[in-house]
């Protein structure tokens, strides 16, 4: 079974749409086979998006996403990293279409309510970044 990591974001929690998101997932037949709320700190955010960490706006990240905690998620099913993708939409909301989750909630680039791992590559290295084996379940 595919698997990719999920980061719910502070602005989806801090606008309730955190149970929206997830069913929009469980509608779509994908599995929850791990989740728990962490506060990410400056050295795991850096790590996680270091291939942004020399960017100018990179503290803005860093501020926004180690602001509050965030739920993270592994959710696994065919085809599991392009459909998510296609379910959240673009990165900049502005740009997302209507019916995708960062269209519909999302207010720019940053504000876009939802990580999503961009290749079954990343989701590999992100899920082991952020879960330990024991804590993700299925097969």
Not at 37 to 66: C, N, Q, T, W
Request: glycine share 6%.
């Amino acid at each position: 079974m595919e698997k990719t990591l999920i980061i719910i974001k502070p602005d989806a929690i801090e606008r309730r749409r955190v149970s929206a998101i997830l069913d929009r997932f469980e509608q779509a037949g994908l599995d929850i086979v791990a989740s728990k709320m962490v506060r990410l700190s400056k050295e795991k955010l850096r790590e996680h998006y270091a291939h942004i960490a020399d960017k100018p706006f990179y503290p803005e990240v860093e501020a926004f996403m180690g602001s509050r905690p965030v739920l993270v998620m592994v959710l696994a099913g065919e085809g599991v990293v392009e459909r998510v993708r296609k379910y959240l939409g673009v990165t900049d909301s502005r740009k997302a279409s209507p019916g995708t989750i960062r269209g519909d909630w999302g207010t720019n680039m940053m504000l876009n309510l939802v990580h999503a791992s961009d290749s079954d590559e990343t989701a590999a290295a992100e899920i082991n970044r952020l879960f330990s084996d024991d804590e993700v379940f299925g097969d």
